[in-house]
């Protein structure tokens, strides 16, 4: 039997994720507070294969079944940012931070998956990164395009993606 998720059911349950991953690392932790948004799947998404990649997915190449896309990002701290501008080359910090969360938004877009299964949902999840054509330097999957068709942020003129806070990862998850 379904129970009925709201998008803030699911951002409090990615929220919690997030706050416990530091003692979970044994450190004070790279991430502010993630964001989170949904949209359903509807024409918006026919345009990736436009502005995107030509052989972009669509949600429903991934899900056949999907209604709804969710995306979240994890935002690093200040502080993460702010060492990593020091220098000519990025700093220790930045290159741990980035392995550890490319292994947060993993488990979290695991985790999200299995909190909604057992709330009735069947959803699906695109690889955190490294998913991409190795001859074109492209993925099959913009997260960046994603997060921006859902209302997550906009692009700017070096084509990076602005939210409300700086960010580092994002995933999408899709679920009917």
Request: with cysteine; glycine share 8%.
């Given at each position: 039997?379904?129970?009925?998720?709201?998008v803030e059911d699911?951002?409090?349950?990615?929220?919690?994720?997030?706050r416990?991953?530091?003692?979970r690392?044994?450190?004070?932790?790279?991430w502010?507070?993630p964001?989170?948004?949904?949209?359903?799947?509807?024409?918006?998404?026919?345009?990736?294969?436009?502005?995107?990649a030509?052989d972009?997915?669509?949600?429903?190449?991934?899900?056949?079944?999907?209604?709804?896309?969710?995306?979240?990002?994890?935002?690093?701290?200040?502080?993460?940012?702010?060492?990593?501008?020091k220098?000519?080359?990025?700093?220790?910090?930045?290159?741990?931070?980035y392995?550890?969360?490319?292994?947060?938004?993993e488990?979290?877009?695991?985790?999200?998956?299995v909190?909604?299964?057992?709330?009735?949902?069947?959803?699906?999840l695109?690889?955190?990164?490294?998913?991409?054509?190795?001859?074109?330097?492209?993925?099959?999957?913009?997260?960046?395009?994603?997060?921006?068709?859902?209302?997550l942020?906009?692009?700017?003129i070096?084509?990076?993606?602005?939210t409300?806070?700086?960010?580092?990862r994002?995933?999408?998850?899709?679920?009917q």
């Open positions: 039997m379904k129970h009925k998720i709201s699911l951002r409090a349950f990615a929220e919690e994720f997030v416990q991953e530091p003692g690392l044994g450190t004070d932790g790279w502010q507070t964001l989170l948004t949904a949209a359903p799947v509807d024409a918006r998404f026919d345009q990736l294969q436009q502005i995107a030509d972009h997915l669509h949600p429903l190449e991934l899900l056949p079944t999907a209604k709804s896309v969710i995306v979240f990002y994890l935002p690093f701290k200040k502080e993460l940012v702010n060492a990593n501008k220098g000519e080359y990025p700093c220790r910090e930045w290159g741990v931070a392995v550890q969360t490319n292994d947060l938004i488990r979290l877009g695991q985790a999200l998956g909190f909604l299964l057992e709330n009735g949902y069947k959803s699906g695109t690889p955190t990164t490294h998913n991409f054509n190795e001859d074109k330097l492209m993925a099959r999957w913009s997260h960046k395009h994603l997060a921006h068709l859902s209302n942020g906009r692009f700017g070096n084509h990076m993606l602005i409300p806070r700086r960010v580092h994002s995933i999408g998850k899709f679920c």
